[in-house]
């Protein structure tokens, strides 16, 4: 997998032959994006039973044989799982792993393993035709000569490809539309001016990087049609919890008349979540805002609160874009409407 934290000064490749590995990728954001890290857990999950019945002291904890082969994948699944609370890709995808596990089991080991294999692999590959499913639904939201605003980074780094936030931008290119992305730096760990930036410009689109708080000016000033972000986990009513930023955004989108839409694949909705206060929010290492990159920028000791997400109510969702079509206006039952068919 590409290293992002290298990005956009390196494009190096960290090689995962363990969990371990992949657990360490996706914790420090190596990895990370809602559909990512859930193709980052199969795959880890993968790694972790490969070697099982192969190399010994791997599956020993069940005695061996399909019992002991379960162990070991519930342990490595929830292993994976305690790598990041928000994005229900991850859980998502551990789940539907150990659903093939089983549907498996009365073949032999080796079968399961193959089945798991595959498993992976098509999460991967249906996750990245959802990605081009949510580019064309939503292309016709970016008028011709117009201006997006977006925050984090939810493109094909966040993905298998194409993005979520970024595919509708990556379709209306590809139709020859021109158009300018407003792309917010996002504080504190900048996945806006390391990431997106630097895939949107590989790509050829025109964008202009400002710093988050610049969203309101941009907004009264140079007339913004449309703001779209990705969502890590979408509750039932339509509340949508995404990098930290994003409330606030829509809060001002909002303010001045601009629609706020999500772009998020089926797999980020959690239906169990009954609306966005049941959203688990990670906190992260106050470091993150004092010394971002190594650098101190506040005072050593500063007391912080570092939330890397927050939920933005269904209220200020103009809509939904899902690769199974746009969700508008955003309540419970358009949603499992949507889904459901
Ligand atoms: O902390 P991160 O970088 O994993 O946060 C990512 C985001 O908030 C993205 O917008 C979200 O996962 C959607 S990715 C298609």
Same mark, same amino acid.
């Given at each position: 997998?590409?290293?992002?934290?290298?990005?956009?000064?390196? =494009?190096?490749?960290?090689?995962?032959?363990?969990?371990? @590995?992949?657990?360490?990728?996706?914790?420090?954001?190596?990895?990370?994006? &809602?559909?990512?890290?859930?193709?980052? &857990? /199969?795959?880890?999950?993968?790694?972790?039973? %490969?070697?099982?019945?192969?190399?010994?002291?791997?599956?020993?904890?069940?005695?061996?044989?399909?019992?002991?082969?379960?162990?070991?994948?519930?342990?490595?699944?929830?292993?994976? /799982?305690?790598?990041?609370?928000?994005?229900?890709?991850?859980?998502?995808?551990?789940?539907?792993?150990?659903?093939? !596990?089983?549907?498996?089991?009365?073949?032999?080991?080796?079968?399961?393993?193959?089945?798991?294999?595959?498993?992976?692999?098509?999460?991967?590959?249906?996750?990245?035709?959802?990605?081009? /499913?949510?580019? %064309?639904?939503?292309?016709?939201?970016?008028?011709?000569?117009?201006?997006?605003? @977006?925050?984090?980074?939810?493109?094909?780094?966040? @993905?298998?490809?194409?993005?979520?936030?970024?595919?509708?931008?990556?379709?209306?290119?590809?139709?020859?539309?021109?158009? @300018?992305?407003?792309?917010?730096?996002?504080?504190?760990?900048?996945?806006?001016? %390391?990431?997106?930036?630097?895939?949107?410009?590989?790509?050829?689109?025109?964008?202009?990087?400002?710093?988050?708080?610049?969203?309101?000016?941009?907004?009264?000033?140079?007339?913004?049609?449309?703001?779209?972000?990705? /969502?890590? #986990?979408?509750?039932?009513?339509?509340?949508?919890?995404?990098?930290?930023?994003?409330?606030?955004? &829509?809060? =001002? !989108?909002?303010?001045?008349?601009?629609?706020?839409? +999500?772009? &998020?694949?089926?797999?980020?909705?959690?239906?169990?979540?009954?609306?966005?206060?049941?959203?688990? +929010?990670?906190?992260?290492?106050?470091?993150? +805002? #004092? #010394?971002?990159?190594?650098? =101190?920028?506040?005072?050593?000791?500063?007391?912080?609160?570092?939330?890397?997400?927050?939920?933005?109510?269904?209220?200020?969702?103009?809509?939904?874009?899902?690769?199974?079509?746009?969700?508008?206006?955003?309540?419970?039952?358009?949603?499992?409407?949507?889904?459901?068919?």
């Amino acid at each position: 997998m590409i290293d992002q934290t290298k990005l956009p000064t390196a =494009l190096e490749y960290i090689e995962c032959r363990d969990p371990e @590995t992949v657990f360490a990728a996706i914790r420090r954001l190596s990895v990370r994006g &809602a559909p990512a890290i859930g193709i980052a &857990a /199969a795959m880890g999950l993968v790694l972790g039973i %490969r070697d099982f019945g192969v190399r010994p002291g791997v599956g020993d904890e069940g005695g061996g044989g399909h019992e002991g082969f379960v162990k070991v994948v519930n342990r490595v699944s929830d292993y994976l /799982a305690s790598s990041r609370p928000t994005a229900v890709n991850l859980f998502w995808a551990l789940e539907r792993m150990k659903r093939c !596990a089983l549907k498996h089991m009365a073949q032999s080991i080796d079968k399961i393993k193959q089945a798991m294999l595959d498993e992976a692999l098509a999460i991967r590959d249906e996750d990245a035709r959802m990605c081009h /499913a949510i580019g %064309r639904h939503g292309a016709a939201l970016i008028p011709e000569g117009g201006s997006v605003i @977006t925050h984090c980074n939810a493109g094909s780094l966040a @993905t298998a490809e194409y993005g979520t936030a970024l595919a509708p931008m990556y379709a209306s290119h590809a139709e020859g539309k021109s158009f @300018t992305v407003y792309v917010d730096e996002t504080r504190p760990l900048l996945q806006g001016a %390391r990431l997106t930036a630097w895939e949107l410009m590989r790509a050829g689109i025109q964008i202009a990087l400002i710093c988050d708080n610049a969203a309101a000016h941009v907004m009264k000033r140079k007339g913004v049609d449309v703001v779209i972000t990705g /969502a890590d #986990r979408i509750a039932a009513n339509g509340d949508a919890a995404n990098k930290i930023g994003t409330y606030g955004l &829509a809060v =001002l !989108a909002q303010a001045h008349g601009v629609p706020f839409y +999500i772009a &998020a694949p089926s797999s980020t909705f959690d239906l169990d979540a009954c609306d966005g206060d049941s959203i688990p +929010i990670e906190e992260r290492d106050p470091d993150e +805002i #004092r #010394r971002g990159f190594g650098v =101190l920028t506040a005072p050593v000791d500063a007391p912080c609160y570092c939330p890397a997400f927050d939920v933005t109510p269904a209220s200020l969702i103009a809509g939904i874009i899902t690769e199974k079509g746009l969700i508008s206006p955003v309540t419970g039952d358009s949603i499992c409407e949507t889904l459901g068919s």
